[in-house]
T-cell receptor, first 112, second 112 residues
Framework: DAGVIQSPRHEVTEMGQEVTLRCKPI?????LFWYRQTMMRGLELLIY????????DSGMPEDRFSAKMPNASFSTLKIQPSEPRDSAVYFC??????????FGPGTRLTVL | GDSVTQMEGPVTLSEEAFLTINCTYT??????LFWYVQYPGEGLQLLLK?????DKGSNKGFEATYRKETTSFHLEKGSVQVSDSAVYFC???????????FGKGTLLTVNP
């Protein structure tokens, strides 16, 4: 298996622009998680899905952030409009049932 | 709420030195405990885990024992290598909850 796939690996954008991060989970996994990693706050869970349904989005920082999972093999995290404080590494992870989470390589976002 | 506290880094060792990274947790129940490792520019990878008291997780020469009496899960390795240089995260998952609780991470640098 190719593992969790994220794209792009790096994104540089200007403040106010829309940013879309993409994730393809491991085939057969029924849970998908979005995390944000910063030096100041460490790793934070933003949202997670079970069977494509959002279960807990309490970690989503504000209305500028939205996440979707239209099918079992694809999810997006969108920031609109982006701000410099959104600069971070965003990780996607997936799992099957009670098994361990498998993380993608991350997307490094820089908002100028 | 649940939390994980791990020793702050950075930790710098010479090759073949003994490694200990301390980790303690607080939880209302009996969490599963994990160590994840993040190599430069990569996502998190599961290093080892323990799901109940007195379990010992081990992998790649690393070990950690789930100590309920001291609520600890310290990571150890008898002889580190340069390739072990990475950030190590202590993680707990309380009961049937799927939300990971992360420690802040410890940066380990091993010099030849």
């Amino acid at each position: 298996d190719a593992g969790v796939i994220q794209s792009p690996r790096h994104e540089v954008t200007e403040m106010g622009q829309e940013v879309t991060l993409r994730c393809k989970p491991i085939s057969g996994h029924d849970y998908l998680f979005w995390y944000r990693q910063t030096m100041m706050r460490g790793l934070e869970l933003l949202i997670y899905f079970n069977n494509n349904v959002p279960i807990d989005d309490s970690g989503m920082p504000e209305d500028r952030f939205s996440a979707k999972m239209p099918n079992a093999s694809f999810s997006t995290l969108k920031i609109q409009p982006s701000e410099p404080r959104d600069s971070a590494v965003y990780f996607c992870a997936s799992k099957s049932g009670p098994d361990t989470q498998y993380f993608g390589p991350g997307t490094r976002l820089t908002v100028l | 709420g649940d939390s994980v506290t791990q020793m702050e880094g950075p930790v710098t060792l010479s090759e073949e030195a003994f490694l200990t990274i301390n980790c303690t947790y607080t939880a209302t129940g009996y969490p599963s405990l994990f160590w994840y490792v993040q190599y430069p520019g990569e996502g998190l990878q599961l290093l080892l885990k323990a799901t109940k008291a007195d379990d010992k997780g081990s992998n790649k020469g690393f070990e950690a024992t789930y100590r309920k009496e001291t609520t600890s899960f310290h990571l150890e390795k008898g002889s580190v290598q340069v390739s072990d240089s990475a950030v190590y995260f202590c993680v707990s998952i309380p009961g049937s909850n799927y939300k990971l609780t992360f420690g802040k991470g410890t940066l380990l640098t091993v010099n030849p």
